[in-house]
């Protein structure tokens, strides 16, 4: 299958109506919110177009996503399912939302690693739940140390994990997934585990589904097709709950579930079950992607630091050798006229970074960098 990464032009891309493409000036090069730059799935293509034909609209039923995720899931990871401990969300942070307010109270603290994805703060706080800081080290891994101390506290009750993490792209390995998980245990600490990701994984890097792992009964995990299959605006995703969680998942209000679109629900499933050969050719793509970048910054932004992660389409840059600022994005928004998420909202270790989505063609990652290059001249 044809690199999907490859298949679009700049004019068709522009015709698109989404945030991506309408938030920023038409001469903006957008390079920042999760949306990448592909067409469809055949599958997805043909399952949607299906059900609006039939008039197929209606609410969402069912377990058949929790069934193709099972069967996803087995093959990919070798991670073995129960679709009766799974309930459908409306996506994957409403679904984090209702499984911290399962075991966690007003007040308490929920740990997150930054810098993070920015909603985990805004999320956390709207839920009257307090955000404790435990930043990644300087290798964008896990500090468990700092972890253990955090779970030591007797007002942090749950840990919100990022697995592969955004922005860096990490993947976790199973001995860090495996300390979180008795660090937990011992500290009565619940984890939910946003793997929102875990498609995304390149290379020779391995997913380890934290609910996989023998240790983390207790814990919860929320997935979804939508960053895979670029899917964001049809809204479905699975809450997953370790053997020991499934009594607290059991008290999920069956409300919840009648927020995931059923179009949402349709197309995750066909992507699952019918759309893998498209996510290799992307997996491909977006390998050849990072090199290309990591090529482009050597040549053209040297002061730059890249550590490329094992997953995702996103690139955390460290920009402050360019000395643009408190807020480089801005910069290259006003000078170079390319958009990138500012490192100011991901938390403790954002300032002088940008984020930088690579999930686009070739040729428009050459022209990103260029404008950036561009900017600091």
């Not at 044809?2 to 493409?21: I, V, Y």
């Not at 469809?40 to 609006?52: F, G, K, N, Q, S």
């Not at 377990?63 to 459908?88: H, I, N, S």
Request: net charge negative; proline share 5%.
């Amino acid at each position: 299958m044809d690199d999907p990464l490859q298949q679009l032009s700049l004019d068709e891309l522009r015709g698109r109506s989404s945030k991506k493409w309408r938030a920023y000036d038409e001469d903006v090069l957008p390079m920042w919110v999760a949306e990448m730059d592909v067409p469809l799935a055949p599958a997805i293509v043909a399952t949607l177009t299906d059900a609006v034909t039939r008039g197929d609209t209606g609410y969402a039923h069912g377990r058949e996503y929790a069934r193709a995720l099972a069967g996803f899931a087995e093959k990919r990871w070798g991670w073995t399912v129960d679709p009766a401990r799974t309930v459908l969300v409306p996506d994957v942070m409403l679904g984090v939302v209702e499984m911290l307010k399962l075991v966690t109270r007003a007040g308490e603290g929920v740990v997150i690693n930054a810098p993070v994805y920015p909603p985990f703060h805004g999320f956390i706080g709207h839920l009257d739940r307090q955000v404790v800081e435990v930043p990644l080290d300087a290798g964008h891994r896990l500090d468990l140390d700092a972890l253990e101390a955090a779970f030591a506290d007797e007002w942090v009750s749950a840990f919100l994990l990022c697995s592969p993490h955004n922005p860096t792209g990490t993947v976790h390995t199973a001995h860090e997934l495996r300390v979180v998980a008795e660090l937990a245990d011992r500290h009565h600490v619940r984890v939910v585990s946003d793997e929102i990701h875990a498609p995304l994984v390149l290379g020779d890097a391995r997913f380890v589904p934290y609910l996989s792992l023998p240790e983390a009964t207790t814990g919860f995990a929320v997935l979804s097709a939508s960053k895979a299959w670029n899917l964001a605006g049809v809204k479905a995703a699975l809450a997953v709950a370790g053997e020991r969680a499934a009594a607290d998942l059991a008290r999920l209000p069956d409300e919840v579930s009648h927020g995931a679109s059923h179009l949402g629900v349709l197309s995750h499933t066909a992507a699952l079950r019918e759309g893998v050969e498209w996510l290799d050719a992307l997996l491909v793509g977006l390998e050849r992607n990072r090199r290309l970048l990591v090529e482009r910054l050597a040549a053209e932004l040297p002061e730059v630091g890249y550590r490329p992660g094992g997953a995702t389409y996103l690139a955390w840059l460290d920009v402050r050798g360019l000395e643009l600022g408190e807020d480089p994005a801005a910069a290259f928004l006003a000078r170079g006229r390319v958009a990138l998420s500012s490192g100011k909202g991901f938390g403790e270790g954002g300032a002088g970074h940008v984020r930088l989505n690579f999930g686009t063609t070739p040729e428009l990652l050459r022209e990103g960098i260029r404008r950036m290059a561009a900017s600091c001249r």
